[in-house]
């Protein structure tokens, strides 16, 4: 009798999942697909942003493209850090330098975001007479290394010790691109 129950629950939920779905249909949104997803060369994000005003379409897609380029950058950003790291977790001189690191990178990405290139970008009106935009971008990883080293650099902030271990991360980084170069 249990197994018969259990067979019966079953049935239920797979019937309930597929009444919900069918009264479904998939949207498929522009620029989805691995041409539009980081790689080894490219941080990517895409946006979509929906209005009245066309312009105000087009600027909340492209803030939201932005936002998600800056959240791949610091994703990417603080794995690097954090293998660099445990290679040198034998140095415990490191102490708060994933903090620093971290603010530095911030004030990168403010000055990279401006830099960002648009690979494509799409506006619908809809029935309703509202806009909505799409938009695709993309930061060059070797640029975005080179300007963290760069920065770095020039930070009167930065000890002399913390420049060397972003030099040699970044050094590191760009190393293990695939940037076909």
Known sequence: MKKISTVFLALVIISG??????GMK???EPFSGSKY??????FRGTGSGESMNLETSKDKAMLSAKQR?????QTQIKTVSE????ERQA????GDFNDRFQS??????SQILIEVQTIDSKTFQKSDRTYVSYVALEARKKTLYKKLKEIAAQKTSLSDKDKKYIQEMMDKAIKNLD???
């Open 17 to 22: 999942c597929s009444f919900k779905m069918a």
């Open 91 to 94: 140095d415990n001189a490191i």
């Open 37 to 42: 997803e980081s790689n080894g060369r490219w």
């Open 26 to 28: 998939e949207v498929k």
């Open 69 to 73: 380029l800056a959240s791949g950058v």
């Open 104 to 109: 530095l990178t911030r004030e990168v990405m």
């Open 83 to 86: 293998e660099y790291k445990g």
């Open 179 to 181: 940037d076909g170069e």
